[in-house]
């Protein structure tokens, strides 16, 4: 089993900056790819943005060039950094960590991002 633990949510003003945390503890040997989620009231779940194993990164486009993820190795923690923040980034953000070996996907508990105009 894997834990992840989010912070960094809140209230920010349109154009403002967060950055969100998720630290993996359990059997983390196993992770090949972490990564975020956002779920919009009225909406379904999306992909944000992921981090393999390798550090490769891939990003919807909605936030290409505005949001980064990185991971600290000596930490077990995945960060995204969210940039020139929109109203239309309002959503709970959900942390991801894939297990392709048993194709198990683990989830955070969310946290909420509000950004208002």
């Known amino acids: 089993q894997v834990q992840l633990v989010e912070s960094g949510g809140g209230l920010v003003q349109a154009g403002g900056s967060l950055r969100l945390s998720c630290a993996a503890s359990g059997s983390i040997d196993n992770i090949n790819a972490m990564g975020w989620y956002r779920q919009a009231p009225g909406k379904q779940r999306e992909l944000v943005a992921v981090?393999?194993?390798?550090?490769?990164?891939n990003y919807a486009d909605s936030v290409k060039g505005r949001f980064f993820i990185f991971r600290d190795n000596t930490k077990n923690t995945v960060y995204l950094q969210m940039n020139s923040l929109e109203p239309e980034d309002t959503a709970v953000y959900y942390c991801?960590?894939?297990?392709?070996?048993?194709?198990?996907?683990?989830w955070g508990q969310g946290t909420q991002v509000t950004v208002s105009s």
């Open positions: 991801n960590a894939r297990e392709d070996l048993t194709r198990t996907n683990y």
């Open positions: 981090i393999s194993s390798g550090a490769r990164t």
